[in-house]
């Protein structure tokens, strides 16, 4: 223990004298949980820091956009949620080849065929219902039941404009089940908000009895005493493995392949747990509390067809926005 301390010491030492590299994280993961994962890892890496910009994916995508045109792109790390925006960036010529220790860990659907970017966390899109109002029988059980006369005015959702997993839930049912889905769910009287985690504040809060939203965000606000909870829904859970990649442009290509190598690592995985309720992507770690492991989930979600999503995500947009919205 007296090494390790001396050890410590010496790279903080180390840090205050030649100064941190700094690292640019541009992500969607909440500022809470976000913050409490780049201390844990600034914690045990103190040559590098990490200085972070988060917002939804949408407003991330715009920024990203608006910096390339300009020629000047700040981000050296990209972590969002909505995965098949990572080909479109890939595409372009953004993301870097790279080749993390870590990732022989990660099962190969967790991996880009090109090592673009792998994915650092499962996050899902469920269905959160009020623990006050409704039991995890009497809740919806499938997404089609939500267009049901029974939840008039009881549905709250978030927007594919702002939420990268609403791009790709309202991508996943709109292949599924057709725009009409969506008009049903208009007809039904259904809210939309800004993004999951309004969605879950408002379930719990008891403005709505069920909503659309991402299963750690429910789980966290659960954990913490909220009369929330949710189904995997029976026709399928929408899991997104939400990736992490370093741009090509970054200039600090060490200290950032050191900040992917933590997420993907077992210990990293493991603070994912601890701090942020998230389900990792490693079979040696252990999921949080009465939440089902990575592998069960996947064998029981709904088919993606990230590709298709990737090439319709302004149609997703903009037809979301056409019958939801206006």
């Given at each position: ?147 049901d006369s029974k939840w008039y005015d009881n549905f709250v959702m978030p927007n594919p404009e702002y939420s990268g997993a609403a791009v790709a839930a309202v ?156």
């Open positions: 223990m007296r090494k390790i301390s001396i050890v410590f010491v010496l790279l903080v030492c180390a840090a205050l004298l030649f100064g941190a590299e700094k690292i640019m994280l541009y992500t969607s993961v909440p500022t809470a949980i976000m913050t409490a994962i780049a201390d844990a890892f600034m914690s045990d890496n103190p040559t590098v820091e990490v200085e972070v910009f988060r917002s939804g994916t949408g407003t991330i995508q715009t920024k990203i956009a608006a910096e390339v045109q300009a020629g000047n792109l700040q981000a050296d790390v990209i972590w969002v949620a909505e995965f098949s925006y990572y080909e479109t960036l890939k595409k372009q010529g953004l993301l870097a080849e790279v080749f993390p220790e870590e990732a022989g860990a990660l099962p190969e659907n967790f991996k880009d065929k090109d090592n673009c970017y792998y994915a650092g966390r499962l996050i899902n899109m469920v269905i959160a219902y009020n623990t006050n109002e409704l039991t995890a029988d009497t809740a919806p059980q499938f997404w089609t039941d939500l267009t991508g996943a049912l709109s292949i599924n089940y057709g725009w009409e889905y969506f008009e049903d769910l208009r007809e039904n009287e259904a809210v939309v908000v800004r993004g999951n985690s309004d969605v879950a504040q408002k379930v719990a809060a008891g403005e709505f009895p069920i909503g659309m939203t991402l299963d750690y965000i429910a789980r966290g606000l659960r954990d913490n005493g909220s009369p929330i909870d949710i189904v995997y829904p029976k026709d399928g859970t929408i899991a997104i493995p939400s990736p992490v990649a370093i741009m090509k442009t970054t200039d600090n290509m060490e200290a950032a392949m050191t900040f992917v190598n933590y997420i993907l690592s077992e210990k990293g995985q493991k603070v994912l747990v601890e701090l942020g309720s998230l389900v990792p992507i490693r079979s040696d770690v252990n999921p949080p509390p009465n939440t089902p492991p990575a592998g069960e989930i996947l064998d029981q979600a709904m088919k993606i067809d990230w590709k298709a999503i990737e090439e319709l995500t302004t149609e997703i947009n903009t037809k979301f926005a056409d019958i939801m919205l206006f």
